[in-house]
């Protein structure tokens, strides 16, 4: 997604897609830039102190405070055929100039980290293991408010797999299930890379709202249903049908926030 502004004569409105009677106004300077697509971290080359150590590949968010809890990166060439997760707390913030990802892990810290395995859900033995190895916070338990992790190591944890982890990957296609019926698929995530928190849907509707693209708030799921594939909205087909059109071309900055909430009119996160 890029961060810088592009403009687009009144006129030329259909080609970014379907025109809506909501207009962006992009307040010059006020992008928020650690609002970033996922798809388009998805390759961005994680640093550690002392090199390169991979590409991110994927990311695990709690489902429950749409939290990101972990990176999974690919560790490619350097050590062939292996993933790992990595916690946003080791992550600074993105370089979108180089497309890099700087840590505060060694390469031997990450070389010598748990493993990851194909399956999930990720059991909480390996969450522990990977808590203690990398001497991280453990963050169940506690308030989910960001990364505002607390240390706990003795408390008492379940032993069985995490079933609120999910993947991006796995969600990317699933279809949005509002009041009346099915009226699109995710198409990509957006996410608050201060926070690693899931801010919002980008929805692609060409399958009946032909060439749009619209975004809606995480906070406004109401549940997943992991067998159908369907992630469910308390919206109206006529709210998607004249919300704003998404341009991805274009910042998700504060003043096109507001404007959103006060068409969807919800209230606001912050």
């Known amino acids: 997604m890029e961060s810088k502004q592009s403009h687009v004569p009144p006129n030329d409105l259909t080609k970014i897609g379907t025109p809506s009677a909501f207009r962006l106004q992009v307040e010059s300077g006020k992008e928020t830039q650690m609002f970033r697509s996922t798809n388009e971290l998805n390759g961005y080359h994680v640093l550690a102190t002392d090199g390169e150590c991979g590409t991110v590949k994927d990311y695990l968010f709690d489902d429950e405070s749409n939290i990101v809890r972990y ?18 707390v080791a992550i600074d913030q993105p370089n979108l100039d180089t ?37 991280w916070p453990m963050y169940w338990g506690h308030s989910d408010s960001g990364l505002d992790f607390h240390s706990s190591q003795t408390q008492v944890v379940e032993l069985e797999g995490n079933p609120h982890l999910r993947s ?39 399958n009946w ?17 992991w067998e159908d594939k369907k992630t469910h909205v308390d919206l109206t087909e006529e709210q998607v049908r004249d919300a704003p059109v998404y341009d991805p071309r274009l910042p998700v900055n504060r003043a096109y926030e507001v404007q959103l909430y006060d068409f969807y009119g919800r209230p606001t996160y912050w």
């Open 168 to 206: 991006v990957k796995e969600v990317i296609g699933y279809h949005i299930q509002c009041m009346e019926g099915t009226l699109g698929h995710i198409d990509d995530l957006i996410v608050d890379t201060e926070s690693w928190t899931m801010r919002y849907l980008v929805i692609d509707t060409k």
């Open 99 to 135: 497309r890099e990802l700087p840590t505060v892990l060694s390469k031997e810290n990450i070389e010598t980290s748990p493993a990851l395995e194909d399956n999930l859900p990720v059991s909480r033995q390996k969450e522990v293991a990977l808590s203690s190895h990398f001497n």
């Open 71 to 88: 990176l999974v990166v690919d560790t490619g060439n350097w050590l062939p055929g292996r993933k790992v997760l990595v916690s946003p």
């Open 209 to 225: 709202l032909p060439g749009k693209k619209v975004i809606i708030a995480f906070d406004w799921i109401t549940h997943f249903t």
